[in-house]
């Protein structure tokens, strides 16, 4: 990593955890802060290797690799704090209506998900590709790590912009999926989540998070289709390692075609993933100087959506 994109996205994450601490202290909420402490530790401890790594015996591979790690483990558990605190501020579900979007495209999910049903094999076949996510995006640190170390940064900052795209849009129109609106087949079927998990994000809309832990934090995220942002990120930021880029591609076009079944998306949050992606790409590339700006200004991007929700429903 460069050491302005570096201090890019450090300001980030300490911009992320002031927001969470700001919400959290007008908010009915509670952490649990010895998960959160484990998390910030193993983040404070792979970026002093990075530093190492950095500083005392360079090595770019080393060093990108453990940066990119770290904040990662740092990013994603504000994010999701984020999320979850912002529940009892957020707009109307919009769930019938982007079932009803998918309706006039010609998609029928309950319809859908009763084929699938009948190719269990092929379902399971959707359920390993669709929870492949987080792995691909802890491997394609890596790899980029040793093909191209500069590029970790901004594929760090992508992933991170995208995250906080999506919840700004999910805070003033919330939505889980089409698991949420319609029931299940009759069939058994083996899903990455189901009509469980989609009552459960339900009943926290209406009752609030209580107890926020990263350990048993859910994707509260309907639309747009974070996992399909991912798939985008992760195969556009193969697009130039030469051995992976086809099998990248390929596979991560699975991983959208699964997400409506194995995740419970409407259609339309996975078409989302497209402006989100090229925003967030768009964004990542900006001056590292004018970014770092922008992330420091204390009344833009998500402090301003806080603000302007804490203002409206506290």
């Given at each position: 990593m460069t050491v302005t994109l570096q201090r890019t996205i450090l300001a980030l994450v300490a911009g992320l955890a002031m927001l969470d601490g700001v919400l959290?202290?007008?908010?009915?909420?509670?952490?649990?802060?010895?998960?959160?402490?484990?998390?910030?530790?193993?983040?404070?401890a792979l970026m002093t290797g990075?530093?190492?790594?950095?500083?005392?015996?360079?090595?770019?591979?080393?060093?990108?690799?453990?940066?990119?790690?770290?904040?990662?483990?740092?990013?994603?558990?504000?994010?999701?704090?984020?999320?979850?605190?912002?529940?009892?501020?957020?707009?109307?579900?919009?769930?019938?209506?982007?079932?009803?979007?998918?309706?006039?495209?010609?998609?029928?999910?309950?319809?859908?998900?009763?084929?699938?049903?009948r190719h269990p094999r092929l379902n399971i076949a959707a359920l390993w590709i669709y929870s492949s996510m987080l792995p691909q995006v802890a491997l394609l640190t890596v790899v980029l790590a040793s093909v191209a170390p500069e590029?970790?940064?901004?594929?760090?900052?992508?992933?991170?912009?995208?995250?906080?795209?999506?919840?700004?849009?999910?805070?003033?129109?919330?939505?889980?999926?089409?698991?949420?609106?319609?029931?299940?087949p009759d069939a058994p079927m083996t899903l990455a989540l189901d009509s469980t998990y989609a009552e459960d994000l339900v009943r926290l809309l209406r009752e609030g998070p209580g107890l926020i832990s990263p350990r048993d934090a859910k994707g509260l995220i309907g639309f747009p289709s974070y996992h399909a942002v991912l798939a985008l990120l992760v195969a556009w930021h193969l697009r130039d390692v030469r051995f992976l880029r086809g099998p990248a591609a390929i596979f991560n076009l699975a991983v959208i075609a699964?997400?409506?079944?194995?995740?419970?998306?409407?259609?339309?949050?996975?078409?989302?993933?497209?402006?989100?992606?090229?925003?967030?790409?768009?964004?990542?590339?900006?001056?590292?100087?004018?970014?770092?700006?922008m992330v420091n200004r204390p009344s833009t991007g998500a402090e301003t959506l806080a603000a302007a929700l804490v203002t409206r429903k506290v």
């Open positions: 959290l202290a007008v908010s009915h909420s509670r952490l649990d802060v010895p998960a959160c402490l484990e998390l910030g530790l193993l983040a404070a990075a530093q190492f790594y950095q500083r005392v015996r360079p090595d770019p591979r080393l060093a990108a690799m453990l940066s990119g790690t770290a904040f990662l483990c740092a990013f994603s558990p504000l994010a999701s704090i984020l999320n979850y605190l912002l529940l009892p501020h957020t707009g109307l579900r919009i769930d019938s209506a982007l079932a009803a979007a998918d309706r006039a495209m010609g998609f029928d999910w309950p319809q859908a998900m009763r084929w699938m049903a590029r970790v940064a901004r594929f760090c900052l992508a992933v991170a912009l995208s995250a906080l795209i999506c919840i700004a849009i999910w805070a003033f129109v919330p939505s889980f999926g089409a698991f949420s609106v319609y029931p299940l699964a997400t409506p079944i194995q995740g419970g998306h409407h259609l339309v949050d996975v078409l989302a993933a497209l402006p989100v992606t090229v925003l967030a790409l768009f964004l990542a590339r900006m001056p590292a100087a004018k970014m770092t700006g």
